[in-house]
């Protein structure tokens, strides 16, 4: 089987817009034509793909600072320029896989959330796989769909994965009216869609939090002109938002000035 392949949008964003695996287009979209005008500091433009989420993806600037600017394309490496870092990637084919290789440069210090915030076309039927037990932080929007009260002023609840606090989320089902945000201590998931389909992601990062994120949009969201949308997202970091980082809970830049790491997807069933 051939490695996915992914195309992507330099000009916008670095957008990917495509993300072909096992024969099927993976990646979701909408009619959003003022993506193309976004500029740094707009509010976010839900265009569907897969958006760089970084520094931040909840809180400001909204989504993060790299998705609204222009990336440069040099040979394989695409980069962009932000406030305060620079971020630079490079996709390669690697047998049946493809592997993303980031690097993140700025003053050491510097704290950082970054997601591959990929909005996937699934149907209600879909499952995500992710390690059994693994830490789950439950964000506010699920409050109403727990059986117990919200912690007070909580940025989120914790519970296990795959059904924290009593609320399942490992299927994804048909549209209920709800949505729900997720962040999951693991850096491996897996996407079960009909009897073949298959995309396994991973991120590895030495010496940096990572893990997965789940976005589980079932008609609930926006409030005013709800649509479906299911997302998993490989990040750094274990929160969606940097200011309610803790310690742990964001990557760092080292003395040596830059992160380096890497994103690899596969059509093959690789499951936690």
Request: net charge negative; aromatic share 8%; charged share 25%.
């Amino acid at each position: 089987m051939p490695p996915p392949r992914i195309v992507t949008d330099p000009a916008h964003g670095g957008r990917w817009t495509s993300l072909t695996a096992g024969g099927r287009e993976w990646l979701w979209h909408r009619e959003a034509p003022e993506r193309a005008e976004a500029a740094p500091g707009d509010a976010f433009v839900d265009a569907g793909g897969l958006e760089e989420c970084v520094p931040t993806v909840r809180g400001t600037p909204d989504h993060g600072d790299a998705w609204a600017r222009r990336w440069h394309r040099d040979g394989d490496v695409e980069r962009v320029d932000c406030d305060g870092f620079g971020l630079a990637r490079a996709i390669r084919a690697t047998g049946e896989a493809a592997e993303v290789h980031y690097t993140l440069t700025a003053d050491p210090g510097f704290r950082f959330v970054w997601a591959a915030h990929a909005l996937l076309d699934l149907s209600p039927d879909a499952v995500l796989r992710l390690a059994h037990g693994a830490r789950t932080r439950l964000h506010p929007e699920a409050a109403p769909l727990l059986d117990r009260p919200w912690p007070t002023d909580a940025p989120w609840a914790e519970g296990v994965w795959p059904e924290p606090l009593g609320l399942r989320l490992d299927r994804f089902g048909p549209d209920d009216g709800t949505a729900v945000g997720a962040v999951v201590d693991t850096g491996r998931a897996c996407v079960h869609d009909g009897p073949a389909d298959r995309l396994a992601l991973s991120v590895e990062a030495d010496g940096q939090p990572v893990s997965v994120a789940l976005w589980r949009n079932l008609g609930g969201f926006p409030a005013d002109r709800p649509y479906r949308s299911t997302g998993v997202e490989p990040m750094l970091g274990r929160v969606f938002g940097l200011a309610d980082a803790g310690p742990d809970d964001a990557a760092r830049v080292p003395a040596s000035g830059e992160v380096r790491w890497r994103l690899t997807l596969t059509a093959h069933c690789r499951c936690p």
